[in-house]
């Protein structure tokens, strides 16, 4: 079993940038699949971006490729995704997600461990 603590939520300005981090508790993070979802208000959570536990990244298409990277650090036990170019539109609680497989998958019930999420906030 993991445990996730998100951090590096904020209030950014539009065009800014952020990153967030989740930390995961446990020494077999290496084996776990990560990835990153995010929920606005009156929407349900969707996939932003996933990386397997060989370190292969995925992205969402659309509005956040591009401008989002997830990456690793096996020896701090964290998951990272970079945020740049900011739009309002990105603004929503964002979750760290982890599985028992490989990873790299899209959809919520994927993943078995879910972080308490951390706000992000992007002003126009």
């Known amino acids: 079993q993991v445990q996730l603590v998100e951090s590096g939520g904020g209030l950014v300005q539009a065009g800014g940038s952020l990153r967030l981090s989740c930390a995961a508790s446990?020494?077999?993070?290496?084996?776990?699949?990560m990835a990153w979802f995010r929920q606005a208000p009156g929407e349900e959570r969707k996939f932003v971006a996933a990386i397997t536990n060989n370190f292969d990244s995925t992205y969402t298409g659309g509005s956040v490729k591009g401008r989002f990277t997830i990456t690793r650090d096996n020896a701090k036990n964290t998951v990272y995704l970079q945020m740049q170019s900011l739009k309002p539109e990105d603004s929503a609680v964002y979750y760290c997600a982890a599985t028992e497989n490989n990873g790299g998958a899209s959809s919520r019930e994927a993943y078995e461990y879910w972080g308490q999420g951390t706000q992000v906030t992007v002003s126009s």
């Open positions: 446990g020494r077999t993070f290496s084996r776990y699949g």
